[in-house]
């Protein structure tokens, strides 16, 4: 039998195996139950049945439920139903009834599969079910992933009857003398899926090509390997060139950029994957935009399904999860160099908390300018000449209007200027300190001091400033 030789090339059963089948009371999950009574006998296999009443169909629904369950107990197999008021979830959910019933029949067989510590789940897709599937996926615009079908074997879920069309598992039953039910809903045009299984599918097979769904089918399993293909080498690539963060995916346009844009694609389509908890209403166009977008400027963003964002970077392009952008100007801290000081700073102003440390300052020492030379700008501790600045400061987020000096015929720079020129990501500027005397920027902290305030040979005294604990790490630089 057919069935027998697509379980054995995929193999998706073993000796032994633990088994929930869906069973609707409709003909593919009725042949599908009769296959499984062979492999329990074949292969010691054990099964059990899971109905899903969703409470729409009112006594059609009734009837095939009290159908599974006198067939199962006709057979001795042990049944489990669950019932659900669809409706009232797709109120919560917000999503179709179609989606809705898709993810309860699921969250069923895995609540029984755990239950009774079962391995596996089978399914009754059937041909027709992936000629549908082909076509839906390239309405809507899906790329290779989506034209390539329903996968025989996903994680623990197995789909043993995918080589047979519908015609063929009518016709077992009939032969073998065997009763299933018929869903109203599915003759209705009420949902896309059943526009597609009841009008362009037998369109297709009466005005094109009588063959139409084997052969849209069989095209679906050639792409299959190709994607297969795919994935192993963009799974190797993502590793590459991907960082992930709580909240975030960034990707590294250098490593990118050597890619085929096949595998591109392909990386873009799991960092989507990862950062949205799967791919739903991703399509090709989004994908498209991906790829222009790690051609534009710094800063340049796209909106994406998931409740996610991607931004392009100076180095990479990020995926991050929306949220509420809220600019945070935070109480600004008066800052007196007149006195040693320590200004404790709370999980508000730095992340993990932190102090701000003045010490006294010192009479100007020729020793200690030479090693102050040395450091490089990016540090947490810098040397300032004590009467070039003001009493007070005040350390605070940037405003508008802030500028740094930096010396001899450069003059000042905006600030802004200045974060582009370094390439800090804009979403990151908002929350580096600066240290400043009105919009006269004297320290970027974790970057460099204006020049304006820097020790010469003409400084009398100096004042050592030190930024402690929080993203420094406790650096004593």
Not at 28 to 41: A, P, R, T, Y
Not at 131 to 146: K, Q, V
Not at 316 to 334: D, H, N, P, S
Not at 453 to 468: A, C, F, P, R, S
Request: aromatic share 8%.
């Amino acid at each position: 039998m057919k069935v027998w030789e697509y379980i054995r090339e995929y193999e998706m059963i073993s000796e032994g195996d633990k088994i929930v089948v869906g069973l609707s009371g409709g003909a593919d999950s009725v042949f599908l139950f009769f296959i499984m009574l062979g492999l329990k006998e074949r292969m010691n296999v054990e099964f059990v049945c899971v109905h899903v009443h969703h409470g729409i169909r009112g006594e059609e629904a009734d009837r095939d439920k009290r159908f599974v369950e006198e067939l199962c107990r006709e057979y001795g197999i042990v049944e489990r139903t669950f019932c659900y008021k669809v409706k009232e979830i797709v109120k919560e959910r917000r999503i179709s009834e179609e989606e809705v019933g898709r993810i309860l029949r699921y969250e069923s067989f895995r609540k029984v599969m755990t239950e009774l510590a079962y391995n596996k789940i089978a399914v009754a897709h059937n041909l027709g079910d992936q000629a549908e599937t082909i076509i839906h996926h390239l309405c809507r615009g899906s790329g290779l992933d989506g034209l390539a079908g329903i996968e025989p074997v996903t994680g623990e879920i197995i789909r043993p009857l995918l080589c047979l069309d519908k015609k063929e598992i009518e016709r077992w039953l009939t032969q073998k003398g065997k009763e299933w039910k018929v869903d109203s809903t599915n003759l209705t045009g009420d949902y896309t899926r059943n526009r597609i299984r009841g009008e362009v599918l037998p369109l297709l097979e009466d005005k094109v090509n009588k063959e139409a769904v084997a052969h849209i089918a069989a095209c679906g399993e050639a792409l299959l390997e190709v994607k297969r293909y795919i994935n192993k080498r963009g799974i190797e690539a993502y590793h590459k060139m991907v960082e992930e963060k709580e909240g975030e995916i960034g990707i590294l346009l250098e490593e990118w950029e050597k890619e085929d844009v096949v595998i591109q694609k392909k990386v873009w389509i799991l960092a989507i994957e990862k950062m949205a908890s799967g791919r739903k209403d991703i399509t090709s166009k989004h994908i498209q935009a991906l790829l222009e977008l790690a051609e534009k400027e710094v800063g340049k963003k796209i909106d994406l399904p998931g409740e996610i964002y991607a931004q392009r970077g100076y180095e990479k392009v990020y995926l991050k999860k929306k949220m509420e952008e809220k600019r945070k100007w935070k109480e600004e801290i008066e800052v007196c160099i007149k006195n040693q000081n320590v200004y404790i700073l709370s999980e508000e102003w730095l992340e993990g908390g932190g102090k701000l440390i003045v010490d006294q300052a010192q009479k100007m020492d020729f020793t200690i300018w030479k090693e102050i030379k040395k450091i490089p700008e990016n540090t947490y501790t810098k040397w300032f000449d004590y009467d070039k600045i003001k009493d007070t400061l005040l350390l605070r987020n940037r405003r508008e209007g802030d500028y740094i000096e930096l010396g001899t015929g450069l003059g000042r720079k905006k600030l802004k200027k200045f974060f582009i020129d370094q390439k800090v990501p804009k979403e990151k500027r908002d929350s580096i300190l600066v240290l400043a005397d009105g919009n006269h920027v004297l320290w970027i902290i974790g970057y460099r001091i204006s020049e304006g305030v820097k020790i010469t040979e003409n400084t009398k005294y100096m004042v050592k400033i030190h930024l402690d604990g929080g993203n420094t790490n406790g650096r004593k630089d």
